[in-house]
């Protein structure tokens, strides 16, 4: 069977049609409004980067807990979305470039020396993971708190788009739903 993308609600897809569609409810941080237009895309606008996060860290805030209503009702079940966050950070925080390559959906297009190059797969993106993971990157991915994700029918995004992942239903009813990396990027500077 062919993967699929998540099935949105008719209200989201409709929502979609106007200028201001992404900057409903499914927005979860106040912070990341800027950006809510933003799709995974070559480039995305810097609007700041937010505190350091503890990946897996302890109880969760009002404001995660604000955040897994926002996937829930924009994308589903959040759990699987918050496991690839946290490992990613995990991963990025430890430059473990096999479990960062472990969590993508490949092929992957990612920027080395400013030219568009698509990895599509494990092997490739471990072999060229220096060339791509920039500071910036990184710091973007390590530094977005959980509560400071952006949601919408895009996926989650970390830092000002550095970083995006999103689900792919594996069944006819959406019922097994794939969560991974499918973007990473340079922020605009």
Known sequence: MTPRLLALPVALMLAACGPTASTGDATASADAAPAASEAPAAEAPATGTSAAATPGAGARTEADQAVDASIERVLGDPAPYR???????????SDDAAAVAALVR????VQIDGTPTTLDNEQAFIGRYGDFMTPAIRNAIVGTRYADLFVNQDGVMLGDGQAWISGTCQDDACDDVDVRVVTLQPGAN
């Open 83 to 93: 496991d690839v966050v946290e490992r990613l950070q995990a991963a990025v925080a």
């Open 106 to 109: 490949y092929p992957i297009q």
